[in-house]
T-cell receptor, first 114, second 112 residues
Framework: EAGVTQFPSHSVIEKGQTVTLRCDPI?????LYWYRRVMGKEIKFLLH????????ESGMPNNRFLAERTGGTYSTLKVQPAELEDSGVYFC????????????FGSGTRLTVV | GDSVTQMEGPVTLSEEAFLTINCTYT??????LFWYVQYPGEGLQLLLK?????DKGSNKGFEATYRKETTSFHLEKGSVQVSDSAVYFC???????????FGQGTRLTINP
């Protein structure tokens, strides 16, 4: 089966601009997660979708971040306007069942805000 | 709150050396514990896991034992290879939750 696909793989934008990251989960995986790793620190949870519904968005840092999953398939994460501290690697993951069975992660989008 | 602390890297070893990457955790309840690995240019991959105290997870020659008394889950491998060069992340999952809590990652480089 195809893995979790994220694009772009890299994005460099100026402070104040808008960027949209996309994640295509494995087909049939109802659970979709976003995480990010900022400046070599720990990977932190952002939010969790079950199908098209936001199950847990407790990790979203502020209202400049908007995640959507229309139709319960692919998801987008929009940052508007981007700030310097938003630079990092954004990971998406999906799972069919409970996370204890393991996620499948994408290779991430490296976002650099200059 | 729940947290994971890993030994700081980077770690550089010679091929066939013994590897230990320390991981300790703080958690309420009884977490499941995981090691994930990120090879260059790839996504995070589950390396091994343990779901209860004294369980040993193993895969690809790597092992880690869930030690409740010391709240630790140290990663070990008896003889590393150049292909083991990657970033390793320790993580926990709280029972009933659906999100992982990660450590900061340890970059491992193996020289031939």
């Amino acid at each position: 089966e195809a893995g979790v696909t994220q694009f772009p793989s890299h994005s460099v934008i100026e402070k104040g601009q808008t960027v949209t990251l996309r994640c295509d989960p494995i087909s049939g995986h109802d659970n979709l997660y976003w995480y990010r790793r900022v400046m070599g620190k720990e990977i932190k949870f952002l939010l969790h979708f079950v199908k098209e519904s936001k199950q847990d968005e407790s990790g979203m840092p502020n209202n400049r971040f908007l995640a959507e999953r229309t139709g319960g398939t692919y998801s987008t994460l929009k940052v508007q306007p981007a700030e310097l501290e938003d630079s990092g690697v954004y990971f998406c993951a999906s799972s069919r069942y409970d996370v204890d069975y393991g996620y499948t992660f994408g290779s991430g989008t490296r976002l650099t805000v200059v | 709150g729940d947290s994971v602390t890993q030994m700081e890297g980077p770690v550089t070893l010679s091929e066939e050396a013994f590897l230990t990457i320390n991981c300790t955790y703080t958690a309420t309840g009884y977490p499941s514990l995981f090691w994930y690995v990120q090879y260059p240019g790839e996504g995070l991959q589950l390396l091994l896991k343990a779901t209860k105290a004294d369980d040993k997870g193993s895969n690809k020659g790597f092992e880690a034992t869930y030690r409740k008394e010391t709240t630790s889950f140290h990663l070990e491998k008896g003889s590393v290879q150049v292909s083991d060069s990657a970033v390793y992340f320790c993580a926990l999952l709280i029972q009933g939750a659906q999100k992982l809590v990660f450590g900061q990652g340890t970059r491992l480089t193996i020289n031939p």
